[in-house]
């Protein structure tokens, strides 16, 4: 056999509250595109920091080609030949792409044909991006872009992807299978993190399974089915969502009417006459490749940006002109993409993180704050959304991205709102804890709430939506009944194949 490529030995990794990592061994070939699988909180992010020397391990040993080393930093595990595509992004908000990449290249960098280089990279694999705009400007899909790409810029021997394909759309997914393929093809060993079983049966040729920080199997993901990956990750059968039809009153809740904006980001794309009606009982998903104005309509829609007062209605009241705080008070609930630094505050606790947007459900009384009610609030979040190795103390940026996630929702969902908006609902949650959301937000819709979710997760969207817009360029096309179209479809409108339908919109009766 030839020398594993990676090899870890007991590897055991503790803090005060959980054992993220006991005792794991594995080895990985060169040219092998191996998976770690497990629920959020088994471990896996744990493992990935240690391989990629941003978190030291308390025992064990690290071998890289046949060699054990001590990678000390991610510095380090880069003059390994060692790259990581982060689930939450490590890049400088105030610096462009371009700045981005050039600090983990090293040394003094031709900034104007270093950029050139992004440019030609980020084409061949598929995932355009412009090196000279500002990270703070970019959505969440194109972020992700930056950092694979300042990684296949550094020619890496092992690449470690967790989540990678989160916000692409099925033929950049594709895409992005067959860079991959072709860079195992060339002797590169990946490594290989996703909740999307489909995928990893797909891509991978092998998958090690943990659960609470444990190896609990190997198994070939090609000889498996998405139920038997979920069992073994999950311990039990994967549940199923069920949409049973809505049998309120049809009316009315949100409505955007002539919604166009013009960014202060001169990269950024300008909305052009939006128009939406979205009802009582209904769910409508939007879709589209990031960076087509999702981000802006968000902003629009959550109170972040303000527009004409007529261009958004909430229960026929104008509030286009309302800034954040004063939609929620009226029943308007906002889940942003970004978990840290928009969604939660990363060094607070949950409890005070129920604050930033609760405390007008009885967490503040004359000004001052009930900590006995904001600890109630959180904990009955954690318990009522199963998320793991969490209390109301504990700061958010301990949290794996799947449980803060479900916090984050939770939240929301805890403050009964009228009209809740959605970013990215399930990314990086495991395969449990998104049926668990995903119902969630079904039972929400079907007592009455309406509900708009932005996402590039198509599978989730035909799940869980009466119909369906796509967004591109700044426009919004018409919201199509989910029966009446499919993925496929959808990926092409998404992609600029074919122009979007008119968004001229009609009240819908959800199925």
């Known amino acids: 056999m030839s020398i594993p490529r990676l090899e870890l030995l007991n590897i055991s990794k503790r803090y005060p509250t959980v054992v993220a990592n006991d005792d794991i061994s594995l080895a990985v070939a060169p040219g092998e595109i191996h998976a770690i699988l497990g629920e959020n909180g088994a471990g896996k992010s744990t493992l990935m920091k240690i391989i990629y020397g941003a978190v030291t391990p308390d025992s064990g040993s690290i071998s890289f080609n046949g060699k054990e080393v001590a990678i000390a930093n991610p510095a380090a595990a880069r003059a390994l030949g060692i790259g990581m595509v982060f689930q939450h992004f490590s890049l400088f908000e105030s610096l462009t792409v371009v700045e981005n990449i050039a600090l983990t290249l090293g040394g003094r960098q031709d900034m104007k044909s270093l950029g050139r280089r992004v440019s030609e990279v980020s084409q061949r694999y598929g995932l355009p991006i412009d090196p000279a705009r500002l990270v703070h400007h970019l959505s969440v899909g194109e972020r992700q872009r930056v ?11 092992l690449l470690i992807l967790d989540e990678p394909t989160s916000v692409l759309t099925p033929q950049a997914v594709r895409q992005l299978f067959h860079t991959l393929r072709r860079l ?106 990031s960076g087509n104005g999702q981000a802006e309509l968000l902003a629009a829609l959550s109170g972040e940006t303000t527009v004409a007062p007529e261009a958004i ?99 929301e969902v805890a403050q009964n709102p009228q009209v809740m908006i959605v970013a990215q609902p399930t990314w990086g949650v495991d395969v449990g804890a998104a049926v668990f959301l995903r119902q969630t937000l079904l039972d929400l819709a079907r007592s009455g709430v309406a509900i708009l979710v932005v996402s590039e997760e198509l599978e989730e969207l035909f799940e869980i939506c009466d119909r369906i817009a796509v967004m591109a360029d700044g426009r919004l096309s018409e919201a199509i009944p989910t029966r009446e179209t499919d993925s496929e479809k959808i990926g092409l409108m998404m992609a600029g194949a074919q122009e979007p339908a008119s968004n001229e919109e009609v009240p819908h009766v959800p199925a």
Request: hydrophobic letters at 40%.
């Open 147 to 157: 950092e694979i790409v300042r990684c296949l810029l550094q020619n890496p021997q």
């Open 313 to 411: 209605r909430l229960d026929g009241r104008p509030i286009g002109h309302y800034h954040a705080g004063r939609r929620r008070k009226i029943g308007l609930g906002f889940v942003p993409e970004e978990r840290l630094g928009r969604g939660a505050a990363a060094n607070l606790s949950l409890g005070d993180n129920s604050l930033l947007t609760a405390h007008r459900r009885g967490l503040v009384r004359h000004g001052l704050i009930d900590h006995k009610a904001v600890r109630a609030f959180a904990a009955a979040v954690i318990a009522r959304f199963d998320v793991r190795g969490a209390s109301p103390a504990s700061a958010a940026r301990r949290l794996s991205g799947g449980n803060l996630q479900k916090f984050i929702v939770g939240r």
């Open 184 to 289: 195992a093809d060339e002797g590169v060993s990946l490594l290989y993190i996703s909740h999307k079983l489909h995928e990893i049966r797909d891509l991978c040729h092998s998958a090690t399974v943990l659960q609470s920080g444990r190896v609990t199997g190997t198994v070939d993901p090609t000889r498996e089915s998405p139920q038997s990956l979920a069992r073994l990750m999950i311990g039990r059968d994967l549940p199923v969502c069920s949409a049973p039809p809505y049998q309120g009153v049809i009316r009315p809740r949100l409505e955007i009417s002539g919604l166009s904006l013009t960014p202060d980001d001169p990269f950024a794309p300008s909305l052009k006459d939006i128009r939406l009606t979205l009802s009582a009982g209904e769910i409508i998903g939007i879709a589209g490749v």
